[in-house]
């Protein structure tokens, strides 16, 4: 059997090498991936795998765990990586037979593993022994089958007796010795977040208890990816992710992992094109999450809210000029993007360049208003705490992980695109809490405006007759079977990763999202915990989630 490391620069072969002595005999089989060497193991050795790449190769990072079924067995992928470098990854792959689908718990070792072998087991029908909560985490209790299964019966009515919708407080009575209470906050539409449910437990008036239940808006994403070619039809999905402000961001994850998977070498100017997008859209991104958390905050409706849409809007127009669409922008492609910018060139180049001069000012108006109000401050200093450990053990990237000190930015640390030609500075904030977050988007936006206006710099000198937008594609694609990637790229609210597996066809055999505001959300009960229902809601907004991303 190949090593798979033939073929490895000396550097990462010793890598390798040093991974497999670690592992030692645990260490079944290889099964590289384009991305990362894979080490097969036994179900009932993954937590002494796991902890000891943690603690003793460094791997503090489970940024992904993907689940699937083939014709003779059951799967769960670990996806590792390095906060410090993330380009450093392994991954550990656990086979379990058809008949007793059951592997050992992640979550003793990784928290963010909770969530995530939950999902698995919705939707896979994976067991994990150990798991402290193992049930269904998108789908209703009373679904009937695993819908990622290869057995499950499409067909099948999911109708249930009346006693399974129950009332679960009603065999509780009141203790005349305590004082706490369960409230559900939700399932409701607080500002643009999205649908939500948050069942809490209150001792007198602080929170004792939450867990925030999600599941309202899941759509098959993945199920639909797989179902689409990889050349035409899976690329209109990814906006719909993340739905309101982040579509490019979301189309380039897709766009990075196909293209390492089918080897294709997207030009530079292409990238450029990109790059400048992609910056676009954060900004916008960052000032939607700017208003509504006002407005979850504060109330402040009339003021900051409107002023962040006034400056939004103004984004969604260039983003309309460039790509056609003020939303569902479908501008990527696989080896580059649609078309080149918009003519006359000189009137968008104008356009962009006066938002960008105009952005100083309305960055100090924006402080003015909410980062300097007493109100706003009391609200948000010292509440919602989320210490850097504590982030990185949830998994938490972008925004809500720097905000907690945690330097850790794919655009720097894993480069793709133009980035590293350009001027930029990831920005982290020591405070771990939700002031601390607000700032750092607020500051990322100026960030964002380097970017874009550096792009401007270097597309208006680009030569007229090298403007080359996409690589040499060919029309099907089809990846060799069993090829396996994980790729991700910096969204506005984190990591947003993809893992596609090949079986040999135009279409995945397997396409798993890893959605940034899936991993941030589970951190939300350490963030509450011992505080009053109005930080709860500041928290939850200072996470900058929608739930679509996060059910896909």
Same mark, same amino acid.
């Not at 962009?352 to 300097?372: G, M, W």
């Given at each position: ?15 390798? /090498?040093?991974l ?6 645990r ?10 060497p ?8 993954v937590?002494?795998v ?8 460094g ?40 008949d ?11 928290r ?24 269904r ?8 089958g695993?819908p990622l299964?290869? #057995?499950?019966?499409?067909?099948k009515?999911?109708v249930v007796?009346?006693s399974e919708?129950a009332?679960p407080l ?9 004082d706490? $209470?369960f ?9 643009t ?12 008036e ?21 179902? #689409?070619?990889?050349r035409?039809?899976?690329?209109p999905?990814? /906006? ?5 402000s ?15 998977l ?20 954060r900004?916008a ?6 208003g ?27 983003l ?6 003020? $939303? $569902? ?12 910018l ?16 105009e ?21 948000c200093?010292?509440t919602?705490?989320l ?16 905000g907690?000190?945690v330097d ?34 607020m ?19 680009w030569p007229?007759? /090298?403007?080359?937008v996409?690589?040499?594609?060919p ?30 066809t135009?279409?995945?055999g397997?396409f798993?999202?890893r959605?940034p ?9 350490? $963030? ?6 109005p ?18």
């Amino acid at each position: 059997m190949s090593t798979g490391t033939e073929s490895m620069p000396e550097e990462e072969t010793d890598r390798v /090498d040093e991974l497999a002595n670690l592992l030692g005999s645990r260490a079944l089989a290889r099964d590289d991936h384009v991305n990362a060497p894979g080490f097969v193991v036994n179900p009932e050795d993954v937590q002494d795998v796991l902890f000891d790449l943690r603690e003793k190769a460094g791997y503090d990072h489970c940024s992904c765990i993907t689940a699937q079924q083939y014709e003779d067995r059951f799967e769960t992928i670990y996806h590792l990586k390095k906060y410090a470098d993330p380009t450093d990854e392994v991954s550990i792959v656990v086979p379990t037979p058809l008949d007793y689908p059951v592997s050992q718990s992640a979550e003793p070792v990784y928290r963010t593993a909770d969530w995530h072998e939950r999902e698995a087991y919705d939707l896979v029908g994976i067991e994990y022994e150990d798991h402290p909560d193992l049930r269904r985490i998108l789908l209703p209790e009373t679904w009937q089958g695993h819908p990622l299964s290869a #057995g499950y019966d499409q067909e099948k009515p999911q109708v249930v007796t009346l006693s399974e919708h129950a009332n679960p407080l009603e065999p509780d009575h009141e203790d005349p010795e305590s004082d706490t $209470m369960f409230l559900n906050v939700g399932p409701h539409h607080p500002a643009t977040h999205g649908v939500l449910h948050v069942k809490t437990v209150l001792d007198g008036e602080t929170i004792a208890h939450l867990e925030p239940d999600i599941g309202y808006l899941h759509r098959c994403e993945e199920q639909m990816c797989q179902q #689409g070619t990889y050349r035409h039809q899976i690329m209109p999905y990814p /906006d719909r992710w993340d739905y309101v402000s982040s579509g490019l961001l979301n189309e380039w994850a897709y766009a990075r992992a196909i293209e390492d998977l089918a080897e294709i070498e997207v030009p530079e100017y292409a990238q450029i094109v990109r790059t400048l997008g992609a910056e676009l859209c954060r900004i916008a991104s960052h000032m939607l999450a700017l208003g509504t958390f006002a407005l979850d905050v504060y109330g402040e409706f009339t003021a900051t809210f409107m002023y962040t849409f006034r400056d939004r809007e103004l984004v969604q127009d260039i983003l309309e000029d460039l790509t056609g669409q003020r $939303m $569902m922008f479908n501008y990527f492609r696989v080896g580059g993007v649609a078309w080149d910018l918009p003519e006359p060139r000189e009137e968008f180049f104008e356009q962009t360049r006066d938002f960008l001069d105009e952005l100083p000012a309305k960055v100090a108006e924006y402080n003015d208003l909410i980062t300097t109000n007493e109100i706003f401050q009391t609200r948000c200093i010292d509440t919602g705490v989320l210490e850097p450990d504590v982030a990185k053990d949830y998994g938490c990237t972008g925004p809500v992980a720097r905000g907690s000190g945690v330097d850790y930015d794919l655009r720097r640390d894993d480069p793709y695109g133009y980035y590293e030609n350009l001027e930029w500075d990831v920005v982290t904030r020591d405070g771990c809490d939700n002031y601390a977050r607000v700032l750092c988007r607020m500051e990322e936006v100026e960030e964002s405006a380097k970017i874009v206006e550096q792009c401007l710099d270097v597309l208006e000198g680009w030569p007229e007759d /090298d403007r080359e937008v996409q690589a040499n594609v060919p029309r099907t694609l089809k990846p060799d079977a069993d090829a396996e990637v994980y790729r991700a790229v910096e969204a506005a609210k984190g990591e947003l990763g993809i893992y596609i597996r090949s079986d040999g066809t135009d279409k995945p055999g397997r396409f798993k999202i890893r959605s940034p505001c899936f991993s941030n959300l589970q951190a939300l009960e350490e $963030m509450s915990q011992g505080e009053y229902i109005p930080d709860l809601i500041a928290s939850l907004g200072s996470l900058d989630i929608v739930l679509g991303e996060v059910d896909r």
